[in-house]
């Protein structure tokens, strides 16, 4: 198991942010590939944010120019800052490689409501 650790999510109203965490005990971010995932209740999981080993990053049309993906080498840890949020980004978050494997962490629930 590599348990992916997600946290940081919470209540928002629109238009504001919020900055996602993922740890692991297991896996050196800036070695792989990763990604910030999103599933909303009914919707297939989707891909929203990448960073390479590089720190080249790459995002979903849906996302694009308010989500930043970035990590601290120094402590291990992925982010996902959120900004601007509407209602159609409330989902599930989850970290994982990408692509991914099939071993997912609980996910951090955001949600975006008035």
């Known amino acids: 198991q590599v348990q992916f650790v997600e946290s940081g999510g919470g209540l928002v109203q629109p238009g504001g942010s919020l900055r996602l965490s993922c740890t692991s005990s297991r896996v050196i971010f800036s070695i792989f590939e990763m990604g910030w995932y999103r599933q909303a209740p009914g919707i297939q999981r989707e891909l929203v944010a990448r960073?390479?080993?590089?720190?080249?990053?790459t995002y979903a049309d849906s996302v694009k120019g308010r989500f930043t993906i970035s990590r601290d080498d120094s402590q291990n840890i992925m982010y996902l800052h959120m900004d601007s949020l509407k209602p159609d980004d409330t989902a599930v978050y989850y970290c994982n490689f990408e692509p991914p494997l099939d071993d997912w962490g609980q996910g951090t629930q955001v949600t975006v409501a008035s």
């Open positions: 960073i390479n080993q590089a720190e080249g990053t």
